[in-house]
């Protein structure tokens, strides 16, 4: 917020509290940053004249955003848009290098000693591992932290085989049809090469074993995003 106020010379005077309870006391502040409502949310305050549209605003101010929209993102004034076809909030957009990919680090001092490249290709990836596991035998060559899209060992060890997209349950674009990965051919090989890593106990048994249980169902809908 120091950087916005910084950037903009305009000093905000912040208020924490819950969003339901500040429309409940009549006293509104004049902009609300991750108040995370619902379209049922903004179309019931809306109505109530509680919050404005935007799109006046973003014509004639939202040059950056405009910029944003016509080079980087074809879809972003849709996925704002609200069913009432106005625009009530702007959604965040991160475009950065470790805000987008699926990564893992290595210790590039393990790979000195041993006199390896920084891996290029699974096959490379695989030699890696089996030589950190023949250094010391009771290292674990590759762990990952369940459940986070920054640090969640499946999609990183699927995603040379099928995109893998954490965000998106699965669910990819070919051309014009959209497709679940886990149910392709391509799938189907990653997971044989990821069970043979883990049978030679290149990787943490603890991750795989917790992300099996907490597999889940999900249901595809229409949505936007706020």
Known sequence: MKFYEEKTNIHLDIVFGDRKVLFASGDYPEIFFG???????????????????????????GLELKKARDVFYPHLFEDMT??????????????????????????????????????????????MLRAFKERDPDCIPYTGCIDTWWGDCQFFLMNPFILCDFGNAFIYLDGKTLKMAAIQPEWREGLKWANKLYREGLIDPGVLLRKLNSCKCFVITKRNHW
């Open 35 to 61: 108040a995370e409502l619902s379209n049922q949310d903004i179309i019931e305050y809306a109505s109530q004249g509680l919050i404005i549209p935007l799109n006046d605003l973003i014509e004639k101010y």
């Open 82 to 127: 609200a069913p009432d076809g106005n625009i009530y909030g702007i959604s965040t957009i991160g475009g950065t290098y470790g805000g987008q990919t699926q990564k893992a680090y290595v210790n590039i001092k393990w790979l000195e000693e041993l006199g390896l490249e920084e891996p290029k290709t699974i096959y490379e990836f695989e030699n």
